[in-house]
């Protein structure tokens, strides 16, 4: 093997190792290299070289077998820090993580204008905030995810959002040099999915959906435990199936989209007269004194809701859909028609064994989901560049 190639089985070995001790810890060299299966002069040679890295680190000693007691590995998740930002249509999200994804800060922002122009300043200055909540660490900040509710392409450029009307915007590259970390741009609904995935509702399933309703419908594709992008990143735009041929046009330019009847803006639309509003509040409030408009609006919801879903199910038979809506949350009675909904819709050999289940990290779904995207960049550079 030339030294190249030497290297990089180094560095596979230490990828394999810090995977390990990532899920394992606190775990004794000798218990890797049980579980590895590589030798113990490798497992100690690559472990003190993440030591070295700051990676990892000793804490006393385990249980003996008899013999020495062996001195237990753990994972350094102080070690750097990341940072997750949902932009949605006229509010930020952001949180501060350590690299298991723990939350550190949380802020948030309500955006004043939806422009592009007006609001890259106004996130740049928001991230320099989060910036400096970072504790001392060796790493600092180790990168910058952030998702929009709209279409990202496979180079992560913004290509439009349908809501607030951002069109071609290069947010990676002004971040990057802005803060020379790596930048990572992903859609809303598809940063959600995997915050699901890696820390929610959906931790047990390696087949899942997950739909964030809201001013329209996305949805979030897990495909064997990875996100599907599509050819080109515009995968999970659902909310633009046609449900009603004969339906109203969309801006989307089709007829009868799915969310024109079943978003969280419909159903805010239902239920609004000209001269009033509704709030969350509202809704709630109705619901507890059993309001009946309120009550047949929300009744309506989940059956749109059930109806789109039924076509999702039969397309991709997912394990689980994770519904992410601050409604379907707090009004159980919502759930229970979309469930009741897409029984009588599906064949029970369908439909009995996929789970619905609202999202379990709420509004922190899709910002968790980008620092963990990149928490995970940052340990595959670590361990895998030469
Ligand atoms: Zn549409």
Redesign the pocket.
């Given at each position: 093997m030339d030294i190249a190639d030497q290297n990089f089985v180094k560095k596979v070995n230490q990828k394999l190792l810090l995977n390990e001790i990532l899920k394992q810890a606190p775990i004794s060299r000798a218990k890797l290299s049980e579980r590895t299966g590589l030798n113990k002069s490798t497992v100690s040679s690559q472990v003190s070289t993440l030591m070295k890295e700051h990676l990892v680190y000793e804490i006393g000693q385990g249980e003996s077998s008899g013999g020495r007691r062996p001195v237990l590995l753990m994972f350094n998740k102080q070690a750097g820090f990341s940072i997750g930002i949902d932009v949605g249509v006229d509010d930020v999200n952001g949180i501060l993580t350590d690299l298991e994804g723990s939350v550190i800060y949380d802020q948030q922002l309500m955006l004043p204008s939806s422009s592009p122009e007006a609001a890259k300043p106004i996130l740049i200055e928001f991230i320099q905030q989060l910036i400096s909540h970072i504790p001392s660490s060796p790493y600092g900040l180790v990168g910058i995810g952030v998702c929009i509710p709209g279409l990202v392409d496979a180079n992560e450029q913004i290509v439009f959002t349908p809501h607030s009307k951002w069109k071609n915007i290069d947010l990676k590259t002004t971040l990057q040099d802005t803060f020379h970390v790596p930048v990572f741009i992903e859609n809303e609904a598809n940063a959600g999915a995997y915050g699901e995935k890696i820390f929610g509702a959906a931790k047990h399933y390696d087949h899942l959906m997950y739909a964030s309703i809201g001013t329209g419908i996305g949805i979030g594709i897990i495909i064997d435990q990875h996100l599907y992008r599509g050819a080109y990143g515009f995968s999970g735009e659902m909310?633009?199936m046609t449900i009603d041929f004969n339906g109203p046009t969309?801006?989307?330019?089709?007829r009868g989209?799915w969310?024109?009847y079943a978003s969280e803006k419909a159903l805010f639309e239902s239920l609004q007269s000209s001269d009033q509003k509704v709030s969350y509040q509202d809704i709630e409030e109705r619901a507890k004194m059993n309001d009946m408009k309120t009550i047949n609006a929300l009744r309506n919801f989940g059956f749109y809701l059930g109806v789109g879903l039924t076509n999702v199910l039969h397309t991709f038979n997912p394990q689980a859909v994770i519904l992410r809506n601050k409604i379907i949350e707090s009004q159980p009675t919502v759930l229970s028609v979309i469930q009741h909904e897409v029984s009588s819709r599906m064949d029970p050999q369908f439909s009995s064994i996929v789970e619905l289940l609202p999202s379990s990290l709420g509004h922190n779904a899709p910002a968790l989901g980008m620092s963990s995207l990149v928490n995970e960049a940052f340990l595959h550079h670590a361990t895998l560049s030469q």
């Open positions: 909310g633009h969309c801006s989307c330019g089709n989209c969310e024109l």
